[in-house]
């Protein structure tokens, strides 16, 4: 597990918990899930994330897709 990759991916987990928070705000909301979708992108893209860490990437990118569909 490389230190950098986990960051990432803990980024991209607090994206999406700031990305539900701000149901009232739709701008936030969708910052928020865009920087998710991108944390988690690189993520699934770095040649040293683990299986656990590619899959929790798979996750918070499906969780960012759908927040935009509806934002």
Not at 44 to 71: K, N, W
């Amino acid at each position: 597990m490389n230190a950098l990759t986990a960051a990432t991916l803990a980024q991209a987990r607090a994206d999406i918990h700031a990305a539900v928070a701000a149901y009232d705000d739709t701008t936030r909301r969708r910052q928020c899930a865009q920087s998710a979708r991108d944390n988690a992108t690189t993520v699934v893209l770095a040649g040293d994330a683990t299986d656990d860490e590619l899959r929790h990437a798979h996750y918070y990118l499906d969780d960012a897709t759908g927040i935009l569909a509806t934002t």
